[in-house]
């Protein structure tokens, strides 16, 4: 997800949520908050959905200093996990905790 889409989802978010006399430092405070805690879980639902071969190739990349993201991108591109389906997934599950629709 490009974070420009990321940042207006959040925006989205906080506006369905209608936080009552939230400043414009408070909204960017919550954004940042919220886009942090979801880009956490999109990363952990993704890292979970991984093979295990593929989890031990990434578990070995990172381990070294000189690691790349790119690296560690390629290894999650070659797994065979449906990256936009966990991604939807998960920010329908976030929205729906968010905004109060759930208990999980």
């Given at each position: 997800?490009?974070?420009?889409?990321?940042d207006s989802y959040i925006d989205s978010l906080i506006e369905r949520k209608q936080?009552?006399?939230l400043t414009p430092e408070g909204r960017e405070d919550i954004k940042n908050?919220?886009?942090?805690?979801l880009v956490k879980e999109i990363n952990t639902a993704i890292i979970d959905a991984l093979p295990e071969d593929k989890l031990n190739e990434?578990?070995?990349l990172t381990s070294h200093d000189d690691?790349?993201?790119e690296d560690a991108q390629k290894i999650i591109d070659e797994s065979g996990v449906n990256v936009a389906k966990i991604t939807t997934e998960t920010?329908?599950?976030f929205e729906a905790f968010y905004?109060?629709?759930s208990e999980a």
């Open positions: 997800m490009a974070q420009d889409e990321l936080l009552k006399g908050e919220l886009k942090e805690m990434l578990d070995e690691y790349k993201p920010l329908l599950y905004l109060g629709q």
